[in-house]
């Protein structure tokens, strides 16, 4: 199983970015999908998820308005969309696939957010 993110970078505040996270070795459709967040020293923290069939999901409270996710279970890939962005955006941002007790990780995308 892999799970490979992509689209990380250093924009500017206020700008957008779009993460995407490709899997391989698993039957996507069956797994929810969330992205995480981490920065040195801090807890990991949950960003968004989205169940296996898409429709209902759910946000942190400090990306609310600002970041989507979304899936395409035919091209296997979770997106973040990532609007209006902040300094204390910066961090590592990675995916995670979760089906009954299976739990994968991806290996994680840098994001930072400077003038």
Avoid: H
Avoid at 38 to 62: C, F, H, L
Wanted: with cysteine; net charge positive; hydrophobic share 30%.
């Amino acid at each position: 199983v892999q799970l490979v993110e992509s689209g990380g970078g250093l924009v500017q505040p206020g700008g957008s970015l779009r993460l995407s996270c490709v899997a391989s070795g698993l039957t996507f459709s069956r797994y929810t999908m969330s992205w995480y967040r981490q920065t040195p020293g801090e807890t990991r923290e949950r960003v968004a998820v989205i169940p296996s069939a898409g429709g209902s999901t759910n946000y942190a409270d400090s990306v609310k308005g600002r970041f989507t996710i979304s899936r395409d279970n035919a091209k296997k890939t979770v997106y973040l969309q990532m609007n209006s962005l902040k300094p204390e955006d910066t961090a590592v941002y990675s995916c995670k696939a979760t089906y009954s007790l299976l739990t994968y990780w991806g290996q994680g995308s840098q994001v930072n957010i400077s003038a």
